[in-house]
């Protein structure tokens, strides 16, 4: 029998409405409405019929109930400004992320969460106790994806169709997500990923994770994680010069403007110095993006993952078979953060250490 909860997950991940669907599928709306508010079950043909326009299998809509993922739990940034479609878009992706996840934590053992909830403190001074947490001293993060996983959180990236989103997070039942887009440069992906970051460490509890207030915090956070006050006052940038600036952000990974930005925050530039740098960094093409920018990190994690399945003689396709969902949909979900051929033999159950992280195919 088709499953309400499913159809529902299934057209607005489609970012469809239900007039949308009826055109795509040749029934009615109000068929539809039925089918969604459980007032009537369809045909086995029309049950195919709706799975071919959505691109799941049958499977997929026969399957348990999907709880859907409450839009105040998550950290869209403009929420107030996004639409419908964009925002349905992304709570349907992070529910299809939640449920990959739950296929892997189903048969490897993973990273228990390790995020310190640090509501109402001072992005700055959290950031330095996470840090202090974590063992990272003053030094630049190597791969913040790599940091991430080995401290419990799920990362996945976004689909192309959710384009209008730059990276968003959210709490599952006590288990932390981040979402990234890989549209973005690898030094802006690496602050989207530390902006997340200071969401589920500042925002959690009673606080939702979105509003301008929030994203400032997050931001504020982002800077301070990324480029620790003493590493950065340790440099030398006194009204540092262009080449100063490239020379210092190169250190820390991050955007040439974020690097500006962190020093004069830090009281390192004046004002009138701060503009001159901006003004000389956006001609030099770094307000657009970052010239000889850095690769975009991958996932220790899932590329762990993909090798152990693909050593098995399996793979995504399994993946995409079991929750009923199209093996690209599932890649998608993925892509920018493993490579796309994983070699070596190292057998299904072996257990393959790295660092923090741990991965245990489960028996």
């Given amino acids: 029998m088709l499953n309400p909860t499913r159809l529902a997950a299934a057209r607005k991940r489609r970012g469809w409405t239900l007039t949308r669907l009826a055109a795509e599928t040749g029934l009615s709306r109000v068929s539809l409405s039925s089918y969604e508010n459980q007032h009537q079950d369809p045909a086995?043909?029309?049950?195919?019929?709706?799975?071919?326009?959505?691109?799941?299998?049958?499977?997929?809509?026969?399957?348990?109930?999907?709880?859907?993922?409450?839009?105040?739990?998550?950290?869209?940034?403009?929420?107030?400004?996004?639409?419908?479609r964009t925002r349905d878009r992304g709570l349907s992706s992070g529910r299809i992320a939640i449920l990959i996840n739950e296929w892997i934590e189903q048969r490897f053992t993973l990273p228990d969460p390790d995020v310190p909830s640090l509501t109402g403190r001072d992005p700055e001074l959290a950031a330095q106790e996470v840090r202090a947490r974590w063992g990272l001293g003053e030094?630049?993060?190597?791969?913040m994806v790599h940091l991430l996983e080995a401290h419990g959180v799920r990362v996945f990236s976004l689909t192309d169709d959710t384009k209008d989103l730059d990276a968003f997070c959210l709490s599952w039942h006590g288990q932390p997500f981040i979402l990234l887009s890989r549209e973005k440069s690898g030094e802006r992906r690496r602050f989207n990923a530390a902006h997340e970051?200071?969401?589920?460490?500042?925002?959690?509890?009673?606080?939702?994770?979105?509003?301008?207030?929030?994203?400032?915090?997050?931001?504020?956070?982002?800077?301070?994680?990324?480029?620790?006050?003493?590493?950065?006052?340790?440099?030398?940038?006194?009204?540092?010069?262009?080449?100063?600036?490239i020379e210092a952000k190169k250190?820390?990974?991050?955007?040439?403007?974020?690097?500006?930005?962190?020093?004069?925050?830090?009281?390192?530039?004046?004002?009138?110095?701060?503009?001159?740098?901006?003004?000389?960094?956006?001609?030099?093409?770094?307000?657009?993006?970052?010239?000889?920018?850095?690769?975009?990190?991958?996932?220790?994690?899932?590329?762990?993952?993909?090798?152990?399945?693909?050593?098995?003689?399996?793979?995504?396709?399994?993946?995409a078979e079991d929750l009923g969902l199209s093996p690209a949909e599932v890649q998608a979900y993925m892509m920018g953060l493993t490579p796309l051929l994983v070699g070596g033999s190292s057998g299904n159950r072996t257990a393959i250490r790295e660092g923090h992280l741990r991965v245990v195919e489960s028996r």
Wanted: proline letters at 5%; a neutral charge; one cysteine or more.
């Fill in 44 to 84: 086995p043909q029309t049950l195919k019929t709706l799975a071919d326009a959505l691109g799941v299998k049958e499977a997929f809509l026969t399957a348990d109930d999907l709880e859907e993922i409450p839009v105040e739990s998550v950290s869209f940034r403009a929420l107030s400004k996004m639409t419908a």
């Fill in 139 to 143: 030094q630049p993060i190597a791969n």
């Fill in 197 to 245: 970051l200071g969401h589920l460490v500042l925002h959690g509890e009673d606080r939702v994770p979105n509003g301008p207030d929030a994203e400032a915090e997050a931001n504020r956070f982002a800077a301070a994680f990324l480029m620790p006050r003493a590493g950065v006052l340790a440099q030398g940038l006194n009204n540092a010069s262009v080449r100063q600036v």
């Fill in 251 to 319: 250190r820390w990974s991050v955007a040439a403007m974020a690097m500006a930005h962190r020093a004069n925050e830090l009281g390192l530039m004046t004002e009138w110095a701060y503009r001159t740098v901006c003004v000389d960094l956006s001609r030099l093409g770094y307000r657009r993006g970052e010239p000889y920018g850095i690769p975009h990190e991958n996932s220790m994690l899932l590329t762990k993952v993909m090798q152990q399945l693909r050593d098995s003689h399996r793979g995504p396709t399994t993946i």
